[in-house]
């Protein structure tokens, strides 16, 4: 029997609840809470009734990770993956991209468990459960909206929300951080937002300034010397030349990307202690188990709120070899999404406020889709397998000289109040007051720019002010 603790009992209970109603659900529980044991409880009671259960993963590294739990529980499955044939098992472990090929092969299963299910709205996904319309589906995310902000209305109609990450934290299920990060606001005026992140070309200029501070090497060494150390970066170039760099300076590392020959190999050796950095394009954002990272160091912006909190996520689990989890981060991110254990309010509306679908980092010579990570040649604006939408630029980013700070709570919200003003301010056109209003997901953006726009001429909004702002408005939506 799975032993769960008291909220994931909770949880369970009342998730079953909102299946009486809903046919499809998303249970959503922060990183670390054991979602695995979760699954395991809800499908081996499905097994139990005598139900065809299918547990959904977009990694391989996740199959054989889910894998290993569903038979340490006692929960015979087989695997549907590339180079594996069928098997008669009532519960399935299953790569998206084979099963998407093998669908005729399976008979429609009765209870669906979607693995970071924030994904669930790419096409992949979608051909998939749209193949299975009488199944139930249980949705397991950490972050339940896409990492555009957009919503997962159009997948699940309820979610469940779990515990939050400050009381796992204060439970000692999960362990502490501290965070540092730059205190000075990153000048990145003329970047553009495009499919709800930065503009990668726009990014790149900014760079070129450059924007991106503080050494990396020298400030793991100064503050998280010898912790296994994650860094987001920002394409397969970038994170070959940081680990590059942290070589240089003796410290075992490697790169983690798409087109890695070894992945595994990698993941082994960063467990065991044997490579101490590993710089990752992605790969490790979710999903992989590695309670061994003790230090998480940005140096890719984000504007994905669901990116900034996978990530950290990463490291949030306990493990003996650290007392607490070190956030390097050296671009903002926590002037933009706060810190990692604020309470947010998740709806299946999602973040609107982060625009649109489709972003993807582009590499030279090479791009990982965003949405089902497959990898392809650049030279395409869609990706081969998924179908979504990939943008194609090229970005560059510059590590110099700068300090990192301890960032506390107040300071990170007033850093964000900050940043939110001078967004505003940078706003001087009626349109742009609009445009801002529709980004930070106001039900009245041209209401409230008429008002900005009005007061600072000192006087009221009048009817040209509100016709203005609702034709700006009518035209970004």
């Not at 929960?75 to 093998?102: C, D, E, F, W, Y």
């Not at 939050?164 to 999960?174: A, E, F, K, V």
């Not at 309470?343 to 609107?352: I, M, Q, Y």
Request: net charge positive; glycine share 8%; proline share 4%.
């Amino acid at each position: 029997m799975i032993q769960l603790r008291d909220y994931q009992q909770d949880l369970i209970v009342r998730t079953r609840a909102a299946l009486v109603k809903n046919k499809r659900v998303i249970m959503q529980a922060p990183t670390g809470a054991g979602k695995t044991a979760l699954a395991c409880t809800m499908i081996a009671s499905a097994v139990e009734n005598g139900k065809s259960c299918m547990f959904l993963v977009h990694q391989n590294e996740l199959v054989k990770q889910t894998s290993a739990a569903f038979w340490q529980n006692k929960i015979a499955h087989g695997l549907i993956v590339s180079g594996r044939g069928r098997t008669p098992h009532r519960v399935q472990v299953a790569s998206i991209m084979t099963l998407k090929n093998r669908l005729d092969a399976y008979e429609a299963p009765q209870l669906v468990v979607i693995d970071e299910t924030h994904r669930a709205a790419a096409r992949t996904y979608q051909d998939i459960l749209a193949a299975w319309p009488d199944a139930y589906v249980v949705g397991l995310t950490a972050t339940p909206q896409r990492t555009d902000g957009k919503g997962l209305d159009s997948v699940y109609s309820a979610i469940v929300k779990g515990p939050s990450i400050r009381y796992l934290i204060d439970q000692g299920y999960l362990c502490d951080y501290e965070l540092y990060g730059v205190p000075q606001k990153m000048d990145l005026r003329g970047v553009r937002t495009t499919a709800g992140d930065y503009n990668k070309g726009d990014l790149e200029k900014a760079a070129d300034k450059p924007e991106i501070v503080g050494d990396a090497v020298a400030h793991y060494l100064k503050i998280a010397k010898g912790r296994r150390c994650v860094v987001m970066c920002v394409s397969i170039k970038h994170a070959e030349s940081v680990a590059a760099q942290y070589r240089a300076a003796g410290i075992s590392a490697a790169a983690l990307h798409g087109l890695s020959d070894d992945r595994d190999g990698v993941l082994d050796k960063f467990e065991s202690g044997e490579i101490m950095v590993v710089a990752s394009v992605q790969l490790l954002v979710e999903g992989v188990d590695l309670p061994a990272i003790g230090c998480v160091q940005w140096l890719r912006p984000t504007k994905s709120l669901v990116i900034w909190m996978q990530g950290n996520g990463r490291g949030l689990r306990p493990h003996a070899s650290k007392d607490r989890l070190i956030i390097l981060d050296h671009v903002q991110n926590y002037a933009r999404h706060g810190l990692p254990d604020m309470d947010r309010e998740w709806s299946l509306e999602g973040n609107k406020k982060q625009g649109r679908s489709g972003d993807a980092d582009p590499n030279i010579g090479v791009q990982v889709c965003d949405h089902c990570y497959f990898s392809f040649r650049s030279g395409v604006s869609v990706c081969p397998h998924c179908g979504e939408s990939v943008p194609l630029r090229e970005r560059k980013l510059e590590i110099v000289d700068g300090e990192l700070e301890r960032i506390q709570k107040a300071q990170a919200e007033e850093q964000a109040r900050i940043e939110r003003r001078r967004e505003q301010g940078k706003a001087r056109e009626l349109e742009e007051l609009v445009a801002v209003g529709v980004e930070r997901g106001m039900r009245r953006p041209d209401v409230w720019a008429s008002n900005v726009f009005a007061a600072r001429q000192k006087r009221k909004p009048n009817a040209t002010d509100y016709a203005r702002a609702s034709k700006a408005w009518r035209e970004i939506a």
